[in-house]
């Protein structure tokens, strides 16, 4: 086989048992011209180096785990094309999660954030299989489906310069999340999000950077949820003072 | 000291099946707890790839019983007809519970679900979510999971024993990913919905977590696999990648043509009759191959492809129904789907064997149960109908959660000294195997070698020489695994040391693939031989079982429950 | 590459199960040409703090009699303040074509019944707005209305 045209990958590398700190590591290989940057780090993985840790599953940009830095932008590593890279290309891990181990970060917090918006159908009162599917108008579904497309990859928190600062943010995919079931018109629970939102998610921490958009692999835009649930969120706070709301939250 | 946690029911794997079943199990027993054990986090499981939609019945011009002969008649008979009766009655249910639980699914103006087209489908009755049921399947089932308290998830926990005392599984030893410690989980009741194991071919639709696990703990605790002879392949996968290019693309019109632009499956007599496309998968798999061989294949860089043609369909049609399709044909494979043919070939996908279990998901080994791919219920016989699956995660999962409450509520606990040995005992295996140098075999090359083996004997045709000269080499390669250099020593975050544990079940369940594959000389469904290629239901209208033996695997077989639908030879 | 710079964003409430390394964002992060632009929109938000106080010390002239007004107006023809009165219209100005940018993708899909215009409406109605409210303004100032 002729030979392929070689590129260097400076990677992080941390092992908490070895390390102090994150250092890097220089690998240079061969490269086919069609890979995208996950089969590189793959081959690496498999050829040259077995201890570098990494996430990885589909391949095809829906299971959202191969999110990395890839020349300090945030990237699913498993769409994005080698080509698109010089022969210097140097991968991180996604910014602004505590480092597990090498590429390997630690989002437990967003897991956190992803439940407290209540991220599923709230209702008054179930509805029983018997009675057959809700029915919802194409317009309807429009209304919310592209808020529901995240596949939780979270470039969007290693893009947000809010996240960067504020810890308690809830941030761009949980937000987007909770305004998705809000828009859904099966469900009732926009009230309990909307207080959750202008309470402890601070959602109007955000203040329009749209970076979150400018990386978000699914086009989501998160942007566009945050900002709507802010205006939803206020509209809400004020029909409160006007109309007393009946019973609990 | 090891440390012991303790649910009433465990669920190992936490993709469709597993969370419809923790669920179900929840919603029976207002006081269980339930552990729900996934290698990664839930949202990242294959489920999530799914694309073309799940089937049930919902059309007036449709009915049970044709759901029914369909299910049966593409399973070429060899599916359990009591089992396919419960799954056409629950389906519709199981899928309205998941639009109330908040699934997108697609619409009609007037505000019903709509329904698609499906491959061996008598009516239109797989209802869809663009091109993206799985995701949306398995994000609602997730989101709705969160309600429960009393649905604790342990994610990347790596499962890899299970623990049987007195004659009954009652819990698992697991590994922590991140901590690189083992723990002892206790439960009454174990599920195992921990997929299939397309990774142990090298040309797949599956991710990288696709490697059997479940198949191989149940195998190794004395539990056969059933019918595992019989691997689906997909039509149309992407050359090089394998990404799977859904059946919905046909269902929306799309066509099948060889390289001289004719479309074989309507020109030439494959059996599919005037269904063409939307036949059923091992036909036109088969159909493709055959054109391939007879020299109309396109050649490139990845091996030969057929062209798919959507062109027709036009951009409108494409952005609003296969989305999805047009970004991975895009971003995969280079082609516009709206401009030109999509490059296919026929794809390793989906294994309709598994753990054999009965209607209610229980194995012969009280306390362990299985559902979704990992397990063959037998909904799906020697071939499976495209979009039966996910519904069958959802039937399957909640039936199975559900009689495993059952059973946990009566179950005793076992020696709980001698659960907490045996995990201790598991411990020290793997932390003897972490970084160690048992020889001079690396674990990609090992892992490559299965997947040619695989890939050479049990292909979409197949015949006796290359079956056994596959089955010989995977007995080498097992030695060979004994020999395993493994360079990563650290506990944190090592997933070369989940590598090997994963090419371990791989090898156990390519073995049963194989073995059972030998015995089977005749073709149905999935399974066609060159020396056998007729269907033979005096001799083998029967499920293969393959039980695992210190020597070797034992083939035997298991009858076929058959009420209404008498084989008939399967022409469409 | 990369650097640490706020060891507690996203860090999980509860204890570390392993020890990790802070989290880091690339060397680029806040230097990046779209960050620039996005930190120069908040930074405006000192220009307008300053206006602010700028605005109520002639305020507070106004009650203090004609002749503190006078006084106010004249140390405001200083070319200092004229010069920070241009960057203040020039933030403005960005902020709010920016703003308006990204107003549309802001409205909810609908509030009650009421469906938002599309795009190339809202843009139009939101510089139509700017434009009569700056025409107001001018005819207020240079004394033909009011």
């Known amino acids: 086989m002729s030979e392929l045209p070689k590129k260097t990958f400076v990677i992080t590398r941390f092992d908490p048992d070895k390390d102090q700190v994150p250092k890097t590591q220089t690998y240079e290989i061969e490269c086919r011209p069609d890979w995208k940057v996950l089969d590189a780090i793959n081959f690496i993985k498999d050829e040259v180096d077995p201890t570098l840790s990494h996430r990885w599953s589909c391949r095809m940009a829906v299971c959202g785990s191969c999110g990395m830095n890839v020349n300090g932008e945030p990237k699913l590593t498993c769409k ?107 469900d009732e629970g926009a009230a309990e999000r909307n207080e959750i939102f202008r309470g402890e998610g601070t959602i109007f921490e955000c203040s329009y950077a749209n970076e979150c958009s400018e990386v978000c692999p699914k086009n989501v835009d998160p942007a566009a949820a945050i900002n709507q649930a802010k205006l939803l969120a206020v509209l809400d706070w004020a029909k409160g003072l006007v109309l007393p709301r009946k019973g609990g939250s | ?127 869809f979510a663009a091109d993206k049921i799985g995701f949306h399947m398995l994000h609602t089932l997730f989101q709705h999971s969160m309600r429960f308290d009393r649905i604790v998830r342990y994610d990347e926990q790596f499962v890899t024993r299970l623990l049987v005392d007195g004659g009954a599984v009652r819990g698992v ?66 050359p090089g990648t394998g990404i799977l290019i859904t059946e919905a693309a046909r269902g929306e019109g799309g066509t099948l043509k060889n390289s001289e632009g004719e479309r074989f499956l309507v020109t030439r007599d494959y059996g599919v009759g005037q269904k063409a496309e939307l036949g059923p998968r091992d036909m036109i798999s088969r159909a493709i191959i055959q054109e391939m061989m007879a020299g109309r294949g396109i050649k490139g860089p990845y091996g030969e492809y057929v062209h798919l043609d959507l062109t027709h369909l036009g951009e409108k049609k494409i952005d609003e129904r296969l989305p999805f399709v047009r970004l991975l044909s895009t971003t995969y494979a280079g082609v516009d789907p709206v401009h030109q043919p999509i490059p296919i070939r026929p794809v390793v996908h989906y294994m309709m064997g598994g753990v054999d279990v009965d209607i209610d998901g229980r194995t012969l080994l009280p306390g362990l149960y299985a559902a979704g791919e990992t397990a063959c219920v037998s909904l799906n016989g020697a071939n499976r109908l495209g979009s039966n699956s996910l519904t069958e995660c959802l039937v399957f999962g909640a039936r199975t959660g559900r009689h495993a409450v059952a059973y946990a509520r009566g179950a005793s ?155 008939e030879e399967r022409k469409y | 590459m990369a650097r640490s710079w706020n060891p507690h964003a996203m860090q999980p409430h509860g204890p570390a199960r392993t020890r990790t390394a802070p989290p880091q964002v690339p060397d680029r992060f806040w230097s990046a040409p779209r960050m620039r632009r996005y930190l120069l929109f908040d930074a405006t938000g000192l220009v307008y703090l300053l206006i602010g106080f700028v605005i109520l010390r002639a305020v507070w002239a106004l009650g203090d009699g004609g002749e503190a007004w006078a006084r106010v107006l004249r140390d405001y023809r200083n070319p200092l303040y004229l010069l920070f009165h241009a960057v203040t219209l020039l933030s403005v100005i960005y902020v709010g074509v920016r703003f308006f940018g990204l107003f549309p993708k802001a409205q909810p899909p609908r509030i009650g019944p009421v469906k938002p215009p599309p795009r190339p409406v809202l843009h139009a109605l939101l510089y139509a707005a700017w434009g009569v409210v700056t025409l107001g303004l001018l005819l207020v100032l240079g004394g033909v209305i009011a």
């Open chain 2, 413 to 567: 606990d076992g020696d709980e000294s001698r659960l907490r040995a045996l995990g201790q005992e598991e411990a020290a295996r793997i932390d003897a195997l972490r970084g160690s140098r048992r020889g001079g075999e690396r674990l990609a090359g090992i892992r490559h070698d299965m997947q040619h083996t695989m890939e050479q004997g049990c292909g979409v045709y197949r015949e006796q020489p290359s079956m056994q000269e596959t089955v010989r080499t995977l007995a080498q390669i097992r030695r060979r695994y004994a020999a395993l250099a493994l360079d990563d020593r650290s506990k944190v975050f090592n997933t070369e040391l989940i590598a090997a544990l994963e090419l371990g079940n791989m090898l156990d369940v390519a073995e049963a693939v194989a073995n059972a594959a030998v015995a089977r000389k005749e073709s149905r469904g999935a399974h066609t031989c060159f020396d056998f290629p007729k269907r033979n239901d005096q001799e083998y209208l029967h499920h293969s079982l393959v039980w695992f033996g210190e020597a070797g695997p034992r083939v035997d077989k298991k009858a076929v429950t058959i009420t209404r639908f008498q084989p």
């Open chain 1, 80 to 186: 994005t094309s080698l080509a698109e890279y010089g022969d210097v290309v140097e991968i991180e891990p996604l910014a602004n999660f505590p480092i597990v181990r090498d590429l390997v970060v630690d989002f437990e917090s967003f897991m956190e954030k992803f439940r407290s918006v209540k991220p599923w159908i709230i209702r008054a009162k179930e509805k029983a299989p018997e009675e057959g599917t809700c029915s919802q108008s194409p317009e309807e579904l429009e209304a919310f489906r592209h808020f529901s497309m995240c596949i939780n990859c979270m470039l969007c928190y290693a893009a947000c310069p809010v996240v960067a600062n504020a810890p308690e943010f809830l941030g761009p995919a949980a937000i987007a999340l909770g305004h998705r079931y809000n828009l859904d018109s099966r």
């Open chain 2, 173 to 238: 030893a697991a590994l922590d990913v991140r901590e690189g410690v083992v723990r002892v989980f206790l439960g009454r009741a174990v599920i195992l919905t921990t997929g299939g194991a397309g990774k142990c071919f090298a040309f797949t639709t599956n991710g990288n977590i696709k490697t059997g696990d479940g198949m191989a703990l149940a195998y190794r605790a004395g539990v056969p696999l059933k019918d595992m002879e019989f691997v689906q392949y997909h039509p149309t996968g992407l």
């Open chain 2, 1 to 127: 000291m090891l440390e012991v946690v303790r649910h009433d029911v465990l669920i190992v794997g936490g993709g469709g099946a597993g969370l419809r079943a923790a669920i179900a199990a929840v919603e029976a027993d207002p006081r269980i707890s339930v552990g729900l054990v996934s290698k990664v986090y839930p949202m990242r499981s294959h489920t999530v790839s799914a694309e073309g939609g799940a089937a049930a019945v919902a059309r007036d011009d449709d009915s049970l019983e044709m759901h029914a002969k369909d299910t049966v008649k593409g399973s070429d008979f060899l599916a359990d007809q009591d089992v396919v009766d419960y799954f056409v009655q629950e389906a519709a249910r199981e899928l309205t519970l998941l639009e109330h639980w908040g699934c997108p699914f697609s619409r009609e103006p007037d505000g019903r679900v709509s329904v698609r087209a499906f491959g061996g489908m008598a009516a239109k009755r797989t209802w």
